[in-house]
C-alpha cells in the first residue's frame, strides 16, 4: 500500500513541526517547505529530520515561498500531493501594521497561488486542501463566542489577508468542486511558540526573573482576553478536517477565554509566586507578593532562591505597560464555540489552559537553565 503524501508549508513553525510529526506517525510522507535563510532555522523539526541520501524518507524539506507563484506550481507538481496543509503566512498581528504588504502577498494571495496551481495541475480530484484560517478574522466581535456563522469584522493587516484566503478558498471549492476547507482556528500555544508571541513572551518572562537574568517584563494590552488551546490538540484538527468525505469550514477553540492578565498571573502560580496588579491603563503594574518556596525550590531549584525571596522583599515590580505593544485597532475578545467539530468531526481538545501553562513554563525553565550553563562568548 502506498503511503499517503502530504504537503505542509511552514513546517519550521510551531503548527508545521507539530502536524509533520503527527502525520509521520499516521504513516505519512511529508514533504515540507521552508524559507531560505542563512542560517538553519529547522530547530523544531530537527528530531524528525532524515538525512536526503537516506533511502525512502519520510521527511523531505523544499526551498519554496507563498510569493513564488512558479516556485510552489513546480513542487506541486513534483510532490503530486494527496493533502496540502497551508500553514506558512506571515503570523504576528502585530508585525502585519509594519508590512501590509508583505502580509497580504504571502497570506492573501499565496493561498491563491496554490489554489491555482492545483487547478492548473489537474491535481483537483487528488488533493485535498486545508487552509489556517484565523479567529482574528472576527476582531471586532459581533457575537459571543464566535462560531462559522459569525459575521467577521477583521482588525488588522493580517486578519484582512486571511479573510481573502478563506474567501478565496471558498471559492474554487464552489466553483471548481475541490476538496478545499478552512480551519477558523482560535489561540493555540506551546513551549514551542515563537517567542514574541504573547503567552511565550510571558512563560518566557517569569522563566528568566525566577533564574535571575531578568528584571522584568513589558506587556500590551493587559485586558485582552483570548481563547488559548495546545496547539498538539489543533493539529490533530486539522487533520481530521481533511479526512472528512465533503469539505467544509471547521472552528476549533477551547470556548473559555482568559484575560492577558490571567495568563500572566497563571504563569508566576507555577513557580510559586503570587502576583498582584495596581494601577490602570498604561500606568499598571504587576508586583511579586507571595512566595511558596517549597513549590520554587521544586520548580526553579534551591539555588535560585534566595535571589528571589530578596527581590520580593526590595525591587518587587515585574510587569510594566509599554504603549508601543499596542495595536492601533485593538481586539478585545476572541472565544469560540467549537460544536460543529465537536459533532461531525469527532474534535474535543485534550489540553485544558492550566496544563498548557504549566508545560510552558516548566519547558522555558529548563530552556534557560541550559542557556546559562552553555552561554557562550563571541567577544
Given at each position: ?14 503548527d ?7 502525520l ?10 521552508k ?18 541520501h ?26 503530486q500531493?494527496?493533502?496540502i ?7 504576528h ?48 466581535v ?9 459575521p ?25 468542486k ?27 518572562a ?10 522584568k ?5 493587559l485586558s ?10 489543533y493539529?490533530?484538527?486539522m ?13 476549533l ?52 532562591l ?5 527581590r ?20 478585545d475578545?476572541l472565544?469560540?464555540?467549537a460544536?460543529?467539530a465537536?459533532?461531525?468531526?469527532g474534535?474535543?481538545p ?15 525553565i529548563e ?13
Open positions: 500500500m502506498c503511503k499517503k503524501k502530504a504537503i505542509i508549508t511552514g513546517i519550521t513553525g510551531q508545521g513541526a507539530y502536524l509533520a510529526e503527527y509521520i506517525s499516521k504513516n505519512y510522507i511529508v514533504h515540507g517547505i524559507r531560505r535563510s542563512s542560517i538553519f532555522n529547522t530547530e523544531r523539526i530537527d528530531h524528525l529530520y532524515q538525512d536526503p537516506v533511502k525512502n524518507p519520510n521527511l523531505i524539506l523544499h526551498y519554496g515561498d507563498l510569493t513564488d507563484s512558479m516556485n510552489l506550481t513546480r513542487i506541486l507538481q513534483e510532490v500531493p494527496d493533502e496543509y497551508n500553514l506558512a503566512a506571515m503570523s498581528v502585530g508585525v502585519s501594521f509594519d508590512t501590509p504588504e508583505y502580509t497580504a502577498n504571502a497570506d492573501g494571495i499565496g493561498t491563491l497561488r496554490i489554489l491555482e496551481a492545483i487547478r492548473l495541475l489537474n491535481l483537483v480530484k487528488k488533493t485535498k486542501i486545508y487552509q489556517a484560517s484565523t479567529s482574528e478574522l472576527y476582531g471586532l459581533r457575537e459571543i463566542p464566535q462560531k462559522e456563522t459569525t467577521f469584522y477583521p482588525r488588522s493587516p493580517y486578519a484582512v489577508a486571511k479573510l481573502y484566503a478563506y474567501w478565496i478558498t471558498i471559492n474554487y471549492r464552489e466553483a471548481y475541490m476538496h478545499a476547507s478552512n480551519g477558523i482556528l482560535f489561540n493555540h500555544e506551546s513551549p514551542i511558540r515563537g517567542e514574541t508571541f504573547v503567552t511565550r513572551k510571558v512563560t518566557r517569569v522563566s528568566r526573573i525566577a533564574l535571575g537574568t531578568q528584571e517584563v513589558f506587556m500590551g494590552n485582552s482576553k483570548r481563547d488559548w488551546g495546545h496547539a498538539k490538540d493539529v490533530k484538527g487533520y481530521l478536517i481533511l479526512q472528512q468525505e465533503e469539505p467544509d469550514d471547521y472552528v477553540a477551547t470556548g473559555i477565554a482568559t484575560e492577558i492578565r490571567d495568563f500572566i498571573k497563571m504563569a508566576f502560580l507555577e513557580i510559586g509566586i503570587k502576583i498582584i496588579f495596581k494601577g490602570k491603563n498604561i500606568d499598571e503594574k504587576g508586583y511579586m507578593v507571595e512566595l511558596d518556596k517549597n513549590l520554587f525550590e521544586k520548580n526553579v531549584g534551591l539555588k535560585y534566595s535571589n528571589i525571596v530578596k520580593i522583599k526590595n525591587n518587587n515590580l515585574v510587569i510594566e505597560v509599554d504603549s508601543s505593544y499596542f495595536r492601533p485597532t485593538e481586539v475578545i472565544v469560540g464555540d460544536s460543529k465537536y459533532k461531525k468531526l474534535w474535543k485534550e489540553y485544558n489552559i492550566k496544563s498548557l501553562v504549566s508545560e510552558m513554563v516548566k519547558s522555558d530552556l534557560f537553565k541550559n542557556k546559562v550553563i552553555n552561554r557562550k562568548k563571541y567577544f
